[in-house]
């Protein structure tokens, strides 16, 4: 786990949300799973980050995602990055282009059994699921109506 949390942190110097997740995330398996007062609370930096990662994770790891749920976290994504783009504070907290290919690769050094056989893949996967309900989906796109720093909040 430890060298997990150090290859993140070199890896993303340049993304400070993807940094944040990494340094706190895997500290713990005990990641909050989503409730009011969690959504709430979670900055929208942190969750496009953890969607992020996790969705790769998925993929990497081989897990089927359904193509609906796929359709949902593609549209939700697309809004997050425009919103955290356009009103990051700053530059370096915006989502650049290499963005996805910096976690594939990332994956790919720490290996399969490092990634998808511990109990956190249980639990991140969890919360990707849950966090694309139709529920969840509409309580952030709320949140994107409002122009906010997109870091402002907490992240696990």
């Known amino acids: 786990m430890d060298q997990w949390l150090k ?6 110097e340049s993304c400070a949300a993807m940094k944040a997740l990494m340094g706190k995330l895997f500290l713990s398996t005990s990641i909050v799973l989503w409730s009011g ?4 609370d979670l900055s929208l930096s942190c969750l496009y980050t953890m969607l992020s990662g996790i969705h790769e994770g998925m993929v990497f790891c081989g897990d089927k995602i359904d193509a609906n749920d796929e359709a949902k976290y593609v ?6 990055k425009a919103f955290i783009n356009k009103n990051a504070q700053l530059d370096r907290s915006k989502i650049g282009f290499d963005y996805d290919e910096n976690i594939k690769r990332l994956l790919r050094s ?4 490092a ?6 893949y249980s639990v991140l996967k969890k919360f990707f699921l849950e966090s694309i309900t139709a ?7 709320k949140r994107l109506q409002t122009p906010s720093d997109p870091d402002e909040g907490d992240c696990p």
Do not use: F, K, M
């Open 37 to 40: 007062q969690a959504a709430a």
């Open 135 to 141: 529920e969840r989906i509409a309580e952030i796109r």
């Open 110 to 113: 720490r290996g399969r059994a």
């Open 115 to 120: 990634v998808c056989e511990t109990q956190d």
């Open 7 to 12: 290859a993140c942190s070199r890896l993303c």
């Open 75 to 80: 549209d939700l994504r697309i809004a997050l």
